[in-house]
């Protein structure tokens, strides 16, 4: 059963109020992930703790999760064609183009940072720093992460192996076992690969940190920690700045918390630098 489904099942069981609120989400779903609970309560006149009330009755932890499962929805329908005709629509101009860039980016931001649990990231931090070995898997456009993510973790530690191709992907997977970590990248559209990756390293009791941008997500279900990035965008593809920024909070508090167990690695590393003239 999809979301839509779900509500307009339970929406009878709801009070008068909550009632107003599940038709508007029914009606208006495909503009939900682009309105905030703010604005949802003006359009209808009532309190914004009515429009979050009515979104945890739904079965959703917060506003922010009921938008992602949404959002989740209208990637899945649109093709790249489709998407391209509603960029062409929504940005006549360059003008309108920054402003509406510099709002949606501002949104995805929020939204990343607010649904940023402090003990999942905590807990990834210590999954790495534990790690006999760290795998950061992604492919396609998700391996932009994959190889930002990977590189400055390999500044601090050689324990770093990056995927983003299905060369080895099998025989690394099937290496993997619970002293190690796997940390898989997906953004839609998603990847049977990644998927299939965390799936066997599941099967290895391999601890797992999912990077993606929704709870409905393939990798989602079966990792230990779900980090998400919102990656709402105007144009045919998702946008990554957002997961880009989390991974700048994962990189920061680790190298905040653990300075000093990296600090030789980073002289070692300047002390090349140098010798190659590299600044």
């Not at 999809?2 to 339970?10: A, F, P, R, V, Y």
């Not at 931090?125 to 993510?149: D, F, P, W």
């Not at 192996?161 to 993997?176: A, P, V």
């Not at 990792?223 to 965008?233: G, P």
Request: charged share 20%; glycine share 2%.
């Amino acid at each position: 059963m999809d979301i839509l489904e779900q509500i307009s099942k339970n929406i009878s069981n709801l009070s008068k109020k909550q009632k107003v609120v599940a038709k508007y989400i029914l009606e208006n779903w495909k503009n939900i992930p682009h309105q905030s609970s703010v604005e949802i309560a003006k359009n209808l006149e009532i309190s914004q703790s009515s429009v979050i009330r009515t979104t945890k009755t739904l079965g959703f932890n917060s506003f922010p999760e009921l938008q992602n499962a949404l959002h989740l929805i209208i990637q899945r329908q649109l093709s790249f064609v489709d998407r391209l005709e509603q960029t062409e629509v929504v940005n006549p101009n360059i003008e309108t183009t920054l402003l509406k860039i510099r709002h949606l980016q501002e949104m995805n931001l929020r939204q990343t940072i607010n649904a940023s649990n402090p003990k999942h990231i905590r807990q990834t931090i210590e999954y790495i720093v534990n790690a006999r070995k760290v795998y950061v898997v992604g492919m396609r456009s998700s391996a932009t992460l994959v190889h930002y993510l990977g590189f400055n973790l390999n500044m601090m530690t050689k324990k770093i192996k990056q995927i983003t191709n299905d060369y080895s992907l099998l025989e690394d997977i099937r290496s993997l076992d619970k002293q190690d970590l796997l940390i898989a990248i997906s953004f839609p559209r998603y990847t049977q690969l990644t998927k299939t990756a965390v799936y066997l390293a599941k099967e290895q009791q391999c601890p797992i940190v999912a990077i993606t941008d929704c709870l409905s997500s393939p990798i989602a279900k079966p990792a230990d920690i779900v980090l998400l990035a919102a990656s709402k965008s105007l144009y045919f593809n998702q946008s990554l700045s957002a997961a880009m920024a989390l991974c700048d909070i994962l990189l920061t508090q680790l190298t905040t918390d653990y300075h000093q167990l990296y600090r030789q690695g980073m002289e070692e590393l300047e002390k090349d630098y140098e010798r190659l003239n590299i600044f």
